[in-house]
């Protein structure tokens, strides 16, 4: 389905304010052409020779002023409704865009820097809603008032009508001739916005790393290389809108007035049938008025290229296969996890796991260890179904989990990365992630089972303590426990821990180490570590290499096996 049908699909769920709107516009344009009818009439009829009845033209004036006014109001209205309708169907679409990006999988954003997916939101629904407010509004206007005043010109004068009917060809030819470079320009103007928005955001982010490498003047470059690509096409827009729109209109208002002036100048002289003065004002004022809906439709070219541009750019992203949110929830289950044959690549046949065998059972330890690269967080990656095995199967409790709904799924377990995320809000709403089913006693319950009351104590708020985007006013540890309350808090039955110990002191390691004893009881823990002096007491410890597991056993199986393991733990023992 084409992207102005899907659009067309978008206004019709909000089909009513729009077709009130544009109801007031029709009768509104009816009042309109009312006036040059009367105008026509009080010249031919009382501004003559021997008319000298003054009664009969006040009511006319009074009559033209008040159809003047009635047109005012039904116009000021009708941009009301088609205002409201517009600002509902981009509500409509924002939602539907953002509802989708979070069943996206993973690897979407992989390959799609986040400024991008924001301009989709944003800056391209914002020219959506100017195809249903300006485009919608002026093409209804214009091909009302055009087809009102064709109705009139043909009360008035056939042949002359007739002859004004040749700028309907020559402005869809124009119209055709424009889209074709238009839609070859926009798409490009649309796809420099996206890139600009992603490098912003991305300068953003690592602002800290460009101005300690002193990359300023780098980024500037850069910015400046996409800046004026944006603009060269900018630049070619602007000539092509510069052609289409009054120029392309003056011309055609000059031929078809010369041939006006010539048509009722030879009827005047070679025709017994006078022409009035009323009737000359009258077909004047309407080829005026048929001008202006014109420019207005030609003018309105560029942003509908524009709009349906930046709608297939959205709908390419509501386009995308998504996960199916499911509402179903299922028993907490036991936390036996097996590895069965699992086989994952990225990409293609480049395989980061292979062949990847182990079980799991409830309340143990696993640890994961291996140099970057080896596939630690890819078995979590798996583990979380954030991606699917091409090979193999992985079963908890007996059951594949790709036979269980994802929401459902990752219901019971939980997850503390090595750079946690805060988001936007309190100390208390990151650990709850506002779930109605997390009581703020749950919350401090949570935080005091990982040591947080003891790093979190200094906070003049408490718990109310507000937390801005990442929480990049709290230290390494304090987002850390943060984090760790979190998982906690949802009592999950498998708990992943990704290098959750990396980036925090020593003492907070401490008070995280403390915690974690108590945590593993009755739960199946996964940690990945750098740091092997945090895994000593796991169940399992699996050494990792090139995506295979190359020794597996406790830690003092695989301390006296003397090898990967081993030869590790001595170099960062110093032993």
């Given at each position: 389905?084409?992207?102005?049908?899907?659009?067309?699909?978008?206004?019709?769920?909000?089909?009513?304010?729009?077709?009130?709107?544009?109801?007031?516009?029709?009768?509104?344009?009816?009042?309109?052409?009312?006036?040059?009818?009367?105008?026509?009439?009080?010249?031919?009829?009382?501004?003559?020779?021997g008319a000298i009845e003054f009664k009969p033209i006040v009511n006319l004036l009074i009559l033209f002023l008040g159809l003047a006014i009635l047109t005012a109001i039904l116009r000021y209205f009708m941009y009301i409704y088609l205002q409201i309708g517009a600002n509902r169907i981009i509500q409509k679409l924002r939602q539907d865009v953002f509802a989708h990006l979070q069943t996206l999988p993973i690897q979407y954003f992989d390959n799609l820097p986040a400024g991008k997916i924001v301009a989709r939101v944003t800056n391209d629904t914002e020219a959506i809603h100017n195809l249903y407010v300006q485009v919608l509004s002026q093409f209804a206007t214009s091909f009302i008032s055009i087809f009102g005043v064709y109705v009139a010109l043909f009360l008035l004068n056939v042949k002359m009508?007739?002859?004004?009917?040749?700028?309907?060809?020559?402005?869809?030819?124009?119209?055709?001739?424009?889209?074709?470079?238009?839609?070859?320009?926009?798409?490009?103007?649309?796809?420099?916005?996206?890139?600009?928005?992603?490098?912003?955001?991305?300068?953003?982010?690592?602002?800290?790393?460009?101005?300690?490498?002193?990359?300023?003047?780098?980024?500037?470059?850069?910015?400046?290389?996409?800046?004026?690509?944006?603009?060269?096409?900018?630049?070619?827009?602007?000539?092509?809108?510069?052609?289409?729109?009054?120029?392309?209109?003056?011309?055609?208002?000059?031929?078809?007035?010369?041939?006006?002036?010539?048509?009722?100048?030879?009827?005047?002289?070679?025709?017994?049938?006078?022409?009035?003065?009323?009737?000359?004002?009258?077909?004047?004022?309407?080829?005026?008025?048929?001008?202006?809906?014109?420019?207005?439709?030609?003018?309105?070219?560029?942003?509908?290229?524009?709009?349906?541009?930046?709608?297939?750019?959205?709908?390419?992203?509501?386009?995308?296969?998504?996960?199916?949110?499911?509402?179903?929830?299922?028993?907490?289950?036991?936390?036996?996890?097996?590895?069965?044959?699992?086989?994952?690549?990225?990409?293609?046949?480049?395989?980061?796991?292979?062949?990847?065998?182990?079980?799991?059972?409830?309340?143990?330890?696993?640890?994961?260890?291996?140099?970057?690269?080896?596939?630690?967080?890819?078995?979590?990656?798996?583990?979380?179904?954030?991606?699917?095995?091409?090979?193999?199967?992985?079963?908890?409790?007996?059951?594949?989990?790709?036979?269980?709904?994802?929401?459902?799924?990752?219901?019971?377990?939980?997850?503390?990365?090595?750079?946690?995320?805060?988001?936007?809000?309190?100390?208390?709403?990151?650990?709850?992630?506002?779930?109605?089913?997390?009581?703020?006693?749950?919350?401090?319950?949570?935080?005091?089972?990982?040591?947080?009351?003891?790093?979190?104590?200094?906070?003049?708020?408490?718990?109310?303590?507000?937390?801005?985007?990442?929480?990049?006013?709290?230290?390494?540890?304090?987002?850390?426990?943060?984090?760790?309350?979190?998982?906690?808090?949802?009592?999950?039955?498998?708990?992943?821990?990704?290098?959750?110990?990396?980036?925090?002191?020593?003492?907070?390691?401490?008070?995280?180490?403390?915690?974690?004893?108590?945590?593993?009881?009755?739960?199946?823990?996964?940690?990945?570590?750098?740091?092997?002096?945090?895994?000593?007491?796991?169940?399992?410890?699996?050494?990792?290499?090139?995506?295979?597991?190359?020794?597996?056993?406790?830690?003092?199986?695989?301390?006296?096996?003397?090898?990967?393991?081993?030869?590790?733990?001595?170099?960062?023992?110093?032993?």
């Amino acid at each position: 389905m084409n992207t102005s049908k899907r659009l067309y699909q978008y206004a019709m769920l909000f089909k009513k304010p729009i077709f009130i709107g544009l109801l007031l516009l029709t009768v509104a344009v009816i009042t309109d052409l009312a006036g040059p009818f009367i105008a026509k009439y009080i010249i031919d009829h009382y501004m003559t020779p021997g008319a000298i009845e003054f009664k009969p033209i006040v009511n006319l004036l009074i009559l033209f002023l008040g159809l003047a006014i009635l047109t005012a109001i039904l116009r000021y209205f009708m941009y009301i409704y088609l205002q409201i309708g517009a600002n509902r169907i981009i509500q409509k679409l924002r939602q539907d865009v953002f509802a989708h990006l979070q069943t996206l999988p993973i690897q979407y954003f992989d390959n799609l820097p986040a400024g991008k997916i924001v301009a989709r939101v944003t800056n391209d629904t914002e020219a959506i809603h100017n195809l249903y407010v300006q485009v919608l509004s002026q093409f209804a206007t214009s091909f009302i008032s055009i087809f009102g005043v064709y109705v009139a010109l043909f009360l008035l004068n056939v042949k002359m009508a007739l002859v004004s009917l040749i700028v309907i060809p020559i402005v869809y030819i124009w119209m055709i001739g424009y889209r074709k470079y238009a839609a070859r320009y926009n798409n490009v103007v649309r796809t420099k916005i996206a890139d600009i928005n992603a490098m912003i955001n991305e300068s953003i982010q690592g602002i800290t790393i460009i101005q300690a490498f002193k990359r300023e003047g780098q980024m500037k470059h850069e910015f400046a290389d996409m800046n004026n690509e944006h603009y060269e096409y900018q630049r070619k827009l602007l000539f092509l809108d510069s052609a289409t729109s009054y120029n392309l209109v003056g011309i055609l208002r000059l031929i078809i007035f010369a041939l006006f002036i010539y048509y009722f100048g030879t009827q005047s002289m070679t025709s017994t049938e006078l022409i009035t003065a009323g009737t000359l004002y009258a077909f004047v004022d309407y080829i005026t008025r048929l001008f202006n809906p014109l420019v207005n439709i030609v003018n309105q070219f560029a942003q509908l290229e524009r709009s349906l541009v930046a709608g297939t750019r959205v709908f390419e992203l509501l386009d995308q296969p998504g996960e199916t949110v499911s509402e179903s929830t299922i028993a907490r289950y036991e936390g036996n996890v097996i590895f069965e044959n699992v086989s994952f690549a990225y990409n293609g046949q480049d395989y980061v796991l292979k062949d990847i065998n182990f079980s799991a059972k409830k309340g143990e330890t696993i640890a994961l260890v291996g140099h970057t690269g080896s596939g630690k967080s890819s078995i979590m990656n798996l583990l979380f179904r954030f991606y699917n095995p091409q090979k193999g199967r992985i079963l908890i409790d007996g059951q594949n989990i790709l036979s269980i709904p994802n929401q459902a799924f990752r219901e019971h377990m939980g997850i503390v990365l090595q750079d946690p995320y805060l988001f936007t809000g309190t100390i208390e709403t990151n650990v709850s992630l506002q779930d109605p089913r997390i009581t703020r006693e749950m919350v401090e319950q949570a935080l005091t089972a990982v040591g947080g009351d003891r790093v979190l104590k200094n906070l003049e708020k408490g718990l109310d303590e507000p937390v801005i985007e990442k929480g990049s006013t709290l230290s390494s540890g304090q987002r850390q426990l943060i984090s760790f309350a979190r998982a906690l808090a949802f009592d999950p039955a498998i708990l992943v821990l990704d290098e959750a110990t990396s980036n925090i002191d020593s003492e907070t390691e401490e008070i995280i180490q403390h915690a974690m004893d108590v945590l593993k009881e009755g739960r199946t823990t996964f940690i990945i570590a750098h740091r092997l002096s945090t895994i000593k007491n796991a169940d399992q410890i699996l050494v990792l290499h090139r995506g295979e597991i190359v020794e597996q056993g406790t830690h003092e199986q695989l301390i006296s096996l003397g090898g990967r393991y081993e030869m590790m733990y001595r170099l960062q023992s110093g032993v």
